[in-house]
């Protein structure tokens, strides 16, 4: 008899003990994963250097009711002068950081879960964040890379990081869950 490994852990969404289901999103599969990893070669390398700022510019200017929670810039209206905040920027490279290292180990997933979990646990118990806002960056994020990389952001590529981004939301709620958050809300605004 011989002794077989176990097959590895999977990024896979469960529903949650407490019945809660927000976005129910499917298992990475290997192809998805290889897929989104190839997506963090050179077009996702330049939407890093630029792109967590045009992000995180358009999910204010669409969604200023986002900017309550930076008291750094929460009163700035105009694009230009949040684009000049130093600690938009800085916010912004903590994003795309965030994002990488999700990326980057989507061969592990309990370093994904435990990335996303702190993730989910500071928004939750330090800056208070409404969950739901995490569903609406997820949507600019698709958005802009879509924009920017058209050639590159396919309908299936598209389809393969609307699962990852899914899942990140998924995993950052379910921190929210654990930590007494009281309502999940799965619907954006």
């Given at each position: 008899?011989?002794?077989?490994?176990?097959?590895?852990?999977?990024?896979?969404?469960?529903?949650?003990?407490?019945?809660?289901?927000?976005?129910?999103?499917?298992?990475?599969?290997?192809?998805?994963?290889?897929?989104?990893?190839?997506?963090?070669?050179?077009?996702?390398?330049?939407?890093e250097w630029v792109g967590g700022?045009?992000?995180?510019?358009?999910?204010?200017?669409?969604?200023?009711?986002?900017?309550?929670?930076?008291?750094?810039?929460?009163?700035?209206?105009?694009?230009?002068?949040?684009?000049?905040?130093?600690?938009?920027?800085?916010?912004?490279?903590?994003?795309?950081?965030?994002?990488?290292?999700?990326?980057?180990?989507?061969?592990?997933?309990?370093?994904?879960?435990?990335v996303l979990a702190v993730v989910?646990?500071?928004?939750?118990?330090?800056?208070?964040?409404?969950?739901?806002?995490?569903?609406?960056?997820?949507?600019?994020?698709?958005?802009?890379?879509?924009?920017?990389?058209?050639?590159?952001?396919?309908?299936?590529?598209?389809?393969?990081?609307?699962?990852?981004?899914?899942?990140?939301?998924?995993?950052?709620?379910?921190?929210?869950?654990?930590?007494?958050?009281?309502?999940?809300s799965s619907s954006a605004v």
């Open positions: 008899m011989s002794h077989r490994e176990p097959p590895p852990p999977q990024l896979a969404v469960q529903r949650r003990d407490d019945g809660q289901d927000p976005e129910r999103a499917e298992p990475l599969s290997d192809n998805v994963r290889e897929e989104v990893r190839r997506g963090g070669g050179e077009e996702y390398g330049r939407l700022c045009l992000l995180l510019l358009r999910f204010f200017v669409n969604f200023p009711s986002a900017k309550q929670y930076f008291s750094q810039f929460q009163d700035m209206e105009e694009p230009e002068e949040m684009e000049r905040s130093s600690q938009l920027r800085h916010h912004a490279c903590r994003v795309m950081n965030a994002l990488n290292t999700v990326v980057e180990n989507l061969h592990d997933p309990e370093k994904v879960s435990s989910g646990r500071a928004h939750a118990v330090k800056h208070k964040v409404e969950p739901m806002y995490f569903k609406i960056l997820s949507g600019v994020i698709l958005e802009v890379l879509c924009e920017d990389f058209p050639e590159f952001f396919t309908a299936d590529v598209q389809l393969v990081w609307s699962k990852l981004m899914a899942t990140v939301y998924w995993h950052v709620t379910g921190a929210y869950t654990d930590v007494g958050w009281l309502q999940v």
